[in-house]
T-cell receptor
C-alpha cells in the first residue's frame, strides 16, 4: 500500500538555524508529493509540492526535492524564524481522485 | 471565494447524541474528504467523495455517515456520539492533486 514516514518530533531549533525534516514514502504508482503546514489553532495549508521525480518545490524559504531513487521528499530551510513554529505534514497522492496519504506530522518549535 | 468552510467551530455532545458537521466549498471541486486529527496520530481519513452521489470509506469510517447530494456540500453525520469520537475534524476539497482544507471543527464528546 501507500504510506508516508516522517521523522518523529518534536524538533526544537534556535532562530536562524538550518532545518531538515525527513520524509520517505512507499507508493504503488507515481505519486505527487506535498508538504502541508499547520499553525497553532488552524487548519492545514499547502506549503509546497512536487509532481514528478527531480522536481523541487519551494515556498517561503522552504524547499523539498522529489527523489525517486531514495523515495524521499525531505523539507529544508536555511534559516528558520520563530514564526515557522508549526506542525509539518508530508503527504502523497497517486491521482486527483484518490485520498491524500499523510505522515504523522513533525512539530517544530523555534526559539528566539 | 470563501474556499472550504466548516460549521460549527466547536461542539460539545453527550454520549449517544447525534449531530451533523457541515462542510461546504465554493470552488466547484469534485473531490471532497473528511479527516480526524488526534494527538500523535496525524490525520486519518474517514470518508471521501469523488463527486455528487458517490462516497467511499476511508481508514476510520465506523460511527460516521456521509452523503453528497450536491457538489458544494459534504456533511458528516455522527449517529450516536461516543467519547472516542472526541477529535478535531477537517474537511477538504481538491482540484487535481492539491487539497484545500477547512479550518476544522473541534468536537468534545462527554
Amino acid at each position: 500500500g501507500n504510506s508516508v514516514t516522517q521523522m518523529e518530533g518534536p524538533v526544537t531549533l534556535s532562530e536562524e538555524a538550518f532545518l531538515t525534516i525527513n520524509c520517505t514514502y512507499t507508493a504503488t504508482g507515481y505519486p505527487s508529493l506535498f508538504w502541508y503546514v499547520q499553525y497553532p489553532g488552524e487548519g492545514l495549508q499547502l506549503l509546497l509540492k512536487a509532481t514528478k521525480a527531480d522536481d523541487k518545490g519551494s515556498n517561503k524559504g522552504f524547499e523539498a526535492t522529489y527523489r525517486k531513487e531514495t523515495t524521499s521528499f525531505h523539507l529544508e530551510k536555511g534559516s528558520v524564524q520563530v514564526s515557522d513554529s508549526a506542525v509539518y505534514f508530508c503527504a502523497l497522492r497517486i491521482s486527483g481522485n484518490t485520498p491524500l496519504v499523510f505522515g504523522k506530522g513533525t512539530r517544530l518549535s523555534v526559539i528566539a | 471565494n470563501a474556499g472550504v468552510t466548516q460549521t460549527p467551530k466547536f461542539q460539545v455532545l453527550k454520549t449517544g447524541q447525534s449531530m451533523t458537521l457541515q462542510c461546504a466549498q465554493d470552488m466547484n471541486h469534485e473531490y471532497m474528504s473528511w479527516y480526524r486529527q488526534d494527538p500523535g496520530m496525524g490525520l486519518r481519513l474517514i470518508h471521501y467523495s469523488v463527486g455528487a452521489g458517490i462516497t467511499d470509506q476511508g481508514e476510520v469510517p465506523n460511527g460516521y455517515n456521509v452523503s453528497r447530494s450536491t457538489t458544494e456540500d459534504f456533511p458528516l453525520r455522527l449517529l450516536s456520539a461516543a467519547p472516542s469520537q472526541t477529535s478535531v475534524y477537517f474537511c477538504a476539497s481538491s482540484e487535481q492533486e492539491t487539497q484545500y482544507f477547512g479550518p476544522g471543527t473541534r468536537l468534545l464528546v462527554l
